[in-house]
Nanobody, 117 residues
């Protein structure tokens, strides 16, 4: 069973930057893609960004121009978060872009990101 292990996150003031990383313990099917999600208190989990095996990316409108997803190798995905806003405060999860696909239901343990004003 492949596991996703997250690192990074923490607390920062508005306007600051943080980087999240996610490393898979084994291979991930190429059709899974990789993604970052977040869940703020009292809200549903939302998709933040995705990246395919060939490097194509998507971003939620709320983070476009501020967040950058990267995939340095097939087992590692990062999320660089710049110009952070208080509304970015949430638990961030690493996962796949297509969690309903066979073999793609993989999730990291979650990382708290807190942005203060």
């Amino acid at each position: 069973q492949v596991q996703l292990v997250q690192s990074g996150g923490g607390s920062v003031q508005a306007g600051g930057s943080l980087k999240l990383s996610c490393v898979a313990s084994g291979g991930i099917r190429s059709n899974c893609g990789m993604a970052w999600y977040r869940q703020a208190p009292g809200k549903e989990r939302e998709l933040v960004s995705t990246i395919t095996s060939d490097g194509k990316t998507t971003y939620a409108d709320s983070v476009k121009g501020r967040f950058t997803i990267s995939r340095d190798n097939p087992q590692e995905v990062g999320l660089q978060m710049n110009s952070l806003k208080t509304e970015d405060t949430a638990v961030y999860y690493c996962g796949t872009a297509n969690p309903t696909f066979f073999g793609c239901s993989l999730w990291g343990q979650g990382t708290q990101v807190t942005v203060s004003s």
